[in-house]
């Protein structure tokens, strides 16, 4: 390296008694350190505990057959320990609300970091493909939740250099509203129960955190009105980038010789039957795409596998209730069992 | 490649830190290679303009300089020297004003064409390559500066195409001038860390301006401006207030953030804003707005315009028909409405440009026109023109003026504007300003207080400055607690109360 000039400047710095500069060298420094202890502080104050902490500390402990990727979905309707009586394997859900394709590119790899598994199971929602990605109160903060290693690099390169520095740098700035709550998230984070991820923290009365991933929604004592929502399915506003994300994390997984599948999930009837082309147009689509890459797609909104009556349902879009995402985990297993034959 | 975007931040850091590690004479190179990288972040396609602009106006500077030389004492020798010497400037000129104009403009020209005679032509518009306006425009003034003798032509095309392609002012000016630049440019910096703190706290106070004022007020702006029908008196008036406040904001805390990185390279650019909204007239506020671009027409088209003989034989025409007084004032008139059309049609290819660029052009004509009839106004009514009560009288009036013009710079289009002036008269309504109106554009009370706290501290910053304090100076003289306490609370405003906008961000004048 040719630093002899900034040597020289140096020597001449020091020579003509210039000692202000390495001073202000020194001060600037400090500022700086000064600067990161402040942000940390600001983000251990005000960042919520959230159940993508658990999740990647699940996948930190390796030894898993199984990787179920996705959206919130996934989240609430896959039980892993349902799934796993029926395979006979070991599996952990992985899916979260707000993740994109590219996230789940950089869960998958993580993934292989640790300990690859042996089969990804990507439940995949269409409708994640057309919306414009939600930025603020980055629900799962995966990016946040991963340890330091190569692929955190690689993933906050991908996702968030393009962006406004401070979704990268104070990722807490979503929470600054929040203040009032920065006692008691203070209280959590110094706790024994965080330490050893105690699933109580990340869990209210609607939503349990069942370990693995798994999301319960409780039944409420009184029947809620659930909020219309159905796909909205157009072609043309799919987003070429997410789609090159999906092929990338399928060459991937071949490369890694890992078995990729596919799922869409029930959508309950009442939903589908509201827009039937939506569902069955997307369905279709993906279907196309997977059998170039030569990924099988298992579609329940297609197949008739699952009963998808609404009282299984939490809301319209398809979340469901424990005891439903129960049923469905059996069904699923059964057809994972049988996916390599398929 | 954003200015707000984390990679521009490692993208800086990257550049001026290699910057001082090299070799001091390879210093200039390292800044072209980075100020190319930079460019081919936004494509590989569009280096080709940045590419033949920077060729021909070098083979152009070079012939110039070589035609200049060539022996020729005999009147015909230098009429034909002259004669050349125009072909090239005027071949050079076209051709580079023509990449720009059939990018900018052809769309627009098309479209008139088809409307007048109910013609089908169709024009595929392209995406304007990054910074085309801002480097046409630095290029060309340095051409003419050669053509008239001023400066020397640039023999090295390498150093030649950093003074064009430098990375920080490619995006949204400021319109360097060679003669100010060249000399910095390829002259060795050693590191100096106040210069560096001065460069990231320049960044920093712009970074304040973007995100905590301009992105704030622009939500108003947008929600108001994209659905001018449903808006009307106050409301319409605090979006164009609001977008005094955005384009302000953004414009000089973008040009801040590009003067505070160029600083990091010991690079002092021309300055583009001196308190705007201090301005006492139109003209005083173009001596303050938008500065080099302001310079660079008074020097290549104002100059040259009034000077021509056309416009001398205006001058004489109009001695004759209005007597002396007003006949020397009319050629200046018609030069600035000419050099305000130019700048309107600058902006964009829209009426509403060029109507915007006419008002500012007939404003200024205007009260050169009338400036005896104002003198006699005040003899007879007393009022002392220099006092500090009609400084302020004239400041409130040009904010006015100002705002006015904001209508058709902002709206969707022409009819849009009139239509918004319309209503901002008709539909007058003072209980807009408490009865929650305000709170149905897109921001709540939190966030109008935060624009309030912001646009105060721009003003007091603005005074200090108008007064003559350098506040990056004065601030560096305090204890040490006391002035990183105010950096610490200007970095941290940008998380805490800087607007978090859905898309990737971007600043206006990035576009043109």
């Given at each position: 390296?040719?630093?002899?000039?900034?040597?020289?400047?140096v020597?001449?710095?020091c020579?003509?008694?210039?000692?202000?500069?390495?001073?202000?060298?020194?001060?600037?420094?400090?500022?700086?350190?000064?600067?990161v202890?402040?942000?940390?502080?600001?983000?251990?104050?005000l960042?919520?505990?959230?159940?993508?902490?658990?999740?990647?500390?699940?996948?930190?402990?390796?030894?898993?057959?199984?990787?179920?990727?996705?959206?919130?979905?996934g989240?609430?309707?896959?039980?892993?320990?349902?799934?796993?009586?029926?395979?006979?394997?070991?599996?952990?859900?992985?899916?979260?609300?707000?993740?994109?394709?590219?996230?789940?590119?950089?869960?998958?790899?993580?993934?292989?970091?640790?300990?690859?598994?042996?089969?990804?199971?990507?439940?995949?929602?269409?409708?994640?493909?057309?919306v414009?990605?939600f930025?603020?109160?980055?629900?799962?903060?995966?990016?946040?939740?991963?340890?330091?290693?190569?692929?955190?690099?690689?993933?906050?390169?991908?996702?968030?250099?393009?962006?406004?520095?401070?979704?990268?740098?104070?990722?807490?700035?979503?929470?600054?509203?929040h203040?009032?709550?920065?006692?008691?998230?203070?209280?959590?984070?110094?706790?024994?129960?965080?330490?050893?991820?105690?699933?109580?923290?990340?869990?209210?009365?609607?939503?349990?955190?069942?370990?693995?991933?798994?999301?319960a929604?409780?039944?409420?004592?009184?029947?809620?009105?659930?909020?219309?929502?159905?796909?909205?399915?157009?072609?043309?506003?799919?987003?070429?980038?997410?789609e090159?994300?999906?092929?990338?994390?399928?060459?991937?997984c071949?490369?890694?010789?890992?078995?990729?599948?596919?799922?869409?999930?029930?959508?309950?009837?009442?939903?589908?039957?509201?827009?039937?082309?939506g569902?069955?147009?997307?369905?279709?689509?993906?279907?196309?795409?997977?059998?170039k890459?030569?990924?099988?797609?298992?579609?329940?909104?297609?197949?008739?596998?699952?009963?998808?009556?609404?009282?299984?349902?939490?809301?319209?879009?398809?979340?469901?209730?424990?005891?439903?995402?129960?049923?469905?985990?059996?069904?699923?297993?059964?057809?994972?069992?049988?996916?390599?034959?398929? | 490649?954003?200015?707000?975007?984390?990679?521009?931040?490692?993208?800086?850091?990257?550049?001026?830190?290699?910057?001082?590690?090299?070799?001091?004479?390879?210093?200039?190179?390292?800044?072209?290679?980075?100020?190319?990288?930079?460019?081919?972040s936004?494509?590989?396609?569009?280096?080709?303009?940045?590419?033949s602009?920077?060729?021909?106006?070098?083979?152009a500077?070079c012939?110039?300089?070589?035609?200049?030389?060539?022996?020729?004492d005999?009147?015909?020798e230098?009429?034909?020297?002259?004669?050349k010497?125009?072909?090239?400037?005027?071949?050079?000129?076209?051709?580079?004003?023509?990449?720009?104009?059939?990018?900018?403009?052809?769309?627009?020209?098309?479209?008139?064409?088809?409307?007048?005679?109910h013609?089908?032509?169709?024009?595929?518009?392209?995406?304007?390559?990054?910074?085309?306006?801002f480097?046409?425009?630095?290029?060309?003034?340095y051409?003419?500066d050669v053509?008239?003798?001023k400066?020397?032509?640039?023999?090295?095309?390498?150093r030649?195409?950093?003074?064009?392609?430098?990375?920080?002012?490619?995006?949204?000016?400021?319109i360097?001038?060679?003669?100010?630049?060249?000399?910095?440019?390829?002259r060795?910096?050693?590191?100096?860390?106040?210069?560096i703190?001065?460069?990231?706290?320049?960044?920093?106070w712009?970074?304040?301006k973007?995100?905590?004022?301009?992105?704030?007020?622009?939500?108003?702006?947008?929600?108001?401006?994209?659905?001018?029908?449903?808006?009307?008196?106050?409301?319409?008036?605090v979006?164009v207030?609001?977008?005094?406040?955005?384009?302000?904001?953004?414009f000089?805390?973008?040009?801040d953030?590009?003067?505070?990185?160029?600083?990091?390279?010991?690079?002092?650019?021309?300055?583009?804003?001196?308190?705007?909204?201090?301005?006492?007239?139109?003209?005083?506020?173009?001596?303050?707005?938008?500065?080099?671009?302001g310079?660079?027409?008074?020097?290549?088209?104002?100059?040259?315009?009034?000077?021509?003989?056309?416009?001398?034989?205006?001058?004489?025409?109009s001695?004759?028909?209005?007597?002396?007084?007003?006949?020397?004032?009319?050629?200046?008139?018609?030069a600035?409405?000419?050099?305000?059309?130019?700048?309107?049609?600058?902006?964009?290819a829209?009426?509403?440009?060029?109507?915007?660029?006419?008002?500012?052009?007939?404003?200024i004509?205007?009260?050169s026109?009338f400036?005896?009839v104002?003198?006699?106004?005040f003899?007879?009514?007393?009022?002392?023109p220099?006092?500090?009560?009609?400084?302020?009288?004239?400041?409130?009036?040009?904010?006015?003026?100002?705002?006015?013009?904001?209508?058709?710079?902002?709206?969707?289009?022409?009819?849009?504007?009139?239509?918004?002036?319309?209503?901002?008269?008709?539909?007058?309504?003072?209980?807009?300003?408490?009865?929650g109106?305000l709170?149905?554009?897109?921001?709540?009370?939190?966030?109008?207080?935060?624009?309030?706290?912001?646009?105060?501290?721009?003003f007091?910053?603005?005074?200090?400055?108008?007064k003559?304090?350098?506040?990056?100076?004065?601030?560096?003289?305090?204890?040490?607690?006391?002035?990183?306490g105010?950096?610490?609370?200007?970095?941290?405003?940008?998380?805490?109360f800087?607007?978090?906008?859905?898309?990737?961000?971007?600043?206006?004048?990035?576009?043109?």
């Open positions: 390296m040719h630093n002899s000039d900034f040597e020289t400047d020597k001449k710095m020579a003509t008694g210039k000692r202000k500069q390495w001073k202000r060298i020194l001060y600037a420094g400090l500022f700086l350190l000064c600067v202890l402040l942000n940390e502080a600001v983000g251990f104050a960042l919520p505990v959230t159940y993508a902490r658990m999740n990647l500390h699940n996948l930190e402990q390796g030894g898993y057959d199984d990787l179920f990727i996705g959206t919130s979905r989240a609430n309707n896959i039980n892993p320990a349902v799934v796993d009586e029926v395979t006979g394997r070991k599996s952990t859900n992985l899916c979260m609300g707000n993740v994109y394709p590219l996230d789940d590119l950089y869960l998958i790899r993580e993934a292989c970091r640790i300990d690859p598994p042996k089969r990804v199971i990507y439940e995949l929602d269409p409708s994640y493909y057309t414009e990605e930025q603020g109160m980055a629900d799962p903060f995966v990016l946040h939740e991963m340890s330091f290693s190569s692929v955190k690099v690689r993933y906050a390169a991908d996702k968030y250099l393009d962006d406004d520095f401070r979704i990268l740098l104070h990722q807490w700035m979503f929470y600054r509203n203040l009032s709550q920065a006692p008691e998230i203070m209280k959590m984070k110094l706790s024994e129960a965080y330490r050893n991820y105690d699933p109580a923290l990340v869990s209210d009365a609607q939503t349990i955190y069942r370990g693995e991933g798994f999301l929604r409780q039944r409420p004592e009184e029947e809620t009105v659930r909020a219309e929502s159905w796909l909205n399915w157009n072609e043309e506003a799919v987003k070429k980038d997410r090159e994300d999906l092929i990338e994390m399928i060459r991937y071949k490369e890694q010789d890992i078995e990729f599948v596919a799922v869409i999930l029930p959508a309950p009837e009442e939903t589908r039957t509201a827009n039937p082309e569902y069955e147009a997307s369905g279709q689509y993906y279907e196309e795409l997977l059998k890459q030569g990924v099988p797609l298992i579609d329940f909104n297609e197949n008739g596998a699952f009963t998808a009556d609404l009282e299984k349902y939490y809301d319209m879009e398809g979340h469901m209730y424990e005891d439903g995402a129960n049923e469905f985990s059996r069904i699923l297993g059964e057809y994972l069992s049988l996916s390599r034959n398929m | 490649m954003s200015l707000v975007s984390a990679e521009f931040l490692i993208f800086i850091l990257i550049s001026a830190g290699g910057y001082y590690l090299i070799p001091k004479r390879g210093q200039w190179i390292w800044l072209l290679a980075f100020s190319y990288l930079y460019y081919l936004s494509g590989v396609g569009v280096v080709f303009f940045l590419l602009g920077t060729l021909t106006t070098y083979v500077g012939s110039l300089e070589m035609l200049e030389r060539s022996v020729g005999t009147e015909i230098k009429g034909t020297k002259k004669r010497k125009k072909r090239v400037l005027i071949l050079t000129l076209v051709f580079n004003f023509g990449i720009l104009g059939i990018l900018k403009y052809a769309g627009f020209f098309v479209e008139n064409i088809n409307l007048v005679f013609t089908g032509f169709s024009f595929q518009t392209v995406l304007l390559p990054l910074g085309i306006s480097y046409t425009f630095q290029s060309m003034g051409l003419l053509y008239w003798g400066c020397k032509a640039e023999k090295n095309v390498f030649f195409a950093l003074f064009v392609s430098f990375f920080p002012q490619l995006l949204q000016g400021p360097g001038r060679y003669d100010r630049l060249v000399e910095q440019l390829y060795t910096h050693s590191f100096s860390m106040e210069r703190g001065f460069g990231a706290q320049r960044i920093l712009g970074y304040f973007k995100l905590v004022l301009a992105d704030r007020a622009g939500v108003v702006v947008n929600q108001v401006f994209q659905n001018y029908t449903d808006y009307m008196g106050i409301t319409v008036m979006a207030l609001c977008y005094s406040i955005q384009l302000y904001a953004d000089s805390g973008g040009i953030v590009v003067l505070g990185t160029a600083e990091l390279f010991g690079i002092t650019l021309d300055e583009n804003f001196k308190r705007p909204f201090l301005a006492v007239s139109i003209t005083d506020f173009w001596h303050r707005w938008h500065i080099t671009l310079t660079w027409m008074k020097d290549y088209v104002f100059y040259p315009l009034s000077l021509s003989k056309g416009m001398s034989r205006f001058g004489k025409w001695k004759k028909r209005f007597g002396k007084k007003t006949g020397r004032v009319l050629p200046i008139c018609a600035n409405i000419v050099v305000f059309l130019v700048v309107g049609i600058w902006h964009g829209a009426w509403k440009y060029i109507v915007y660029g006419l008002y500012n052009g007939v404003l004509a205007l009260a026109l400036a005896p104002f003198r006699k106004g003899e007879w009514t007393h009022i002392d220099k006092s500090f009560g009609w400084k302020i009288v004239r400041i409130i009036r040009t904010f006015f003026l100002v705002n006015i013009s904001w209508y058709f710079d902002m709206a969707l289009s022409l009819s849009a504007a009139v239509t918004m002036i319309k209503n901002t008269v008709l539909g007058f309504r003072i209980s807009a300003l408490y009865d109106t709170l149905q554009l897109g921001l709540d009370r939190l966030d109008y207080i935060q624009l309030l706290i912001g646009v105060a501290v721009l007091a910053v603005g005074i200090l400055q108008e003559g304090i350098r506040i990056r100076e004065r601030i560096s003289s305090y204890p040490l607690l006391i002035r990183w105010i950096w610490m609370i200007l970095l941290f405003s940008l998380p805490f800087g607007y978090i906008t859905a898309g990737k961000g971007g600043f206006i004048y990035a576009q043109f």
